[in-house]
T-cell receptor, first 115, second 114 residues
Framework: AQTVTQSQPEMSVQEAETVTLSCTYDTSENNYYLFWYKQPPSRQMILVIRQEAYKQQNATENRFSVNFQKAAKSFSLKISDSQLGDTAMYFC????????????FGPGTSLSVIP | DTGVSQNPRHKITKRGQNVTFRCDPISEHNRLYWYRQTLGQGPEFLTYFQNEAQLEKSRLLSDRFSAERPKGSFSTLEIQRTEQGDSAMYLCASSLELAGGEQYFGPGTRLTVT
């Protein structure tokens, strides 16, 4: 079965510092999509950032950026200038081998931003 | 439109009872997804619709589970003869018909089977 792996169940970072969350995935496809979703405590999941695999350039969204290593099947998320509101579960996800519509999620990394 | 809504937010039921959850997607979204999320895990895909057509079902979706989207708008997920293992958060999401498009999630329905 296709899997997305997040090897860091929990992480913490001091406010204003930078943190990197790791993610690896498996796929035999040449094109696919990768995502980082954020799920704050007791709140809805929202998209943080999205990457199309055929694009070499790493996606960025304000303080959030990714390091996409296609050959290594690695997709890490860097959060710069961490803020208290960044405290959340972060899920890495990939479109499936069979469909661009079906998304496979990793187990998540719980990030705590410490004041 | 204020986003994806789900009702009820919480449901406690006794083992063996049937439950039904409702999801109202963002109005212009023609794709609708159901996921199950257990504590400490990421969402697991259950099924999805494009308009009223159910396009894919996960093997997780046993014959006790059925989902419908009769008019291509809201969707219902029914679980018959609930078991304790069905206790989880059931998430609904919707999206535009776009390859690899962003999914917008609802707040979820937390099911507890006693």
């Amino acid at each position: 079965a296709q899997t997305v792996t997040q090897s860091q169940p929990e992480m913490s970072v001091q406010e204003a510092e930078t943190v990197t969350l790791s993610c690896t995935y498996d796929t035999s496809e040449n094109n696919y999509y990768l995502f980082w979703y954020k799920q704050p405590p007791s709140r809805q999941m929202i998209l943080v950032i999205r990457q199309e695999a055929y694009k070499q350039q790493n996606a960025t969204e304000n303080r959030f950026s990714v390091n996409f290593q296609k050959a290594a099947k690695s997709f890490s998320l860097k959060i710069s200038d961490s803020q208290l509101g960044d405290t959340a579960m972060y899920f890495c996800a990939s479109t499936s081998k069979t469909s661009y519509d079906k998304v496979i999620f990793g187990p998540g990394t719980s990030l705590s931003v410490i004041p | 439109d204020t986003g994806v809504s789900q009702n009820p937010r919480h449901k406690i039921t006794k083992r063996g009872q049937n439950v039904t959850f409702r999801c109202d997607p963002i109005s212009e979204h023609n794709r609708l997804y159901w996921y199950r999320q257990t504590l400490g895990q990421g969402p697991e895909f259950l099924t999805y619709f494009q308009n009223e057509a159910q396009l894919e079902k996960s093997r997780l979706l046993s014959d006790r589970f059925s989902a419908e989207r009769p008019k291509g708008s809201f969707s219902t997920l029914e679980i018959q003869r609930t078991e304790q293992g069905d206790s989880a958060m059931y998430l609904c999401a919707s999206s535009l018909e776009l390859a690899g498009g962003e999914q917008y999630f609802g707040p979820g329905t937390r099911l507890t089977v006693t």
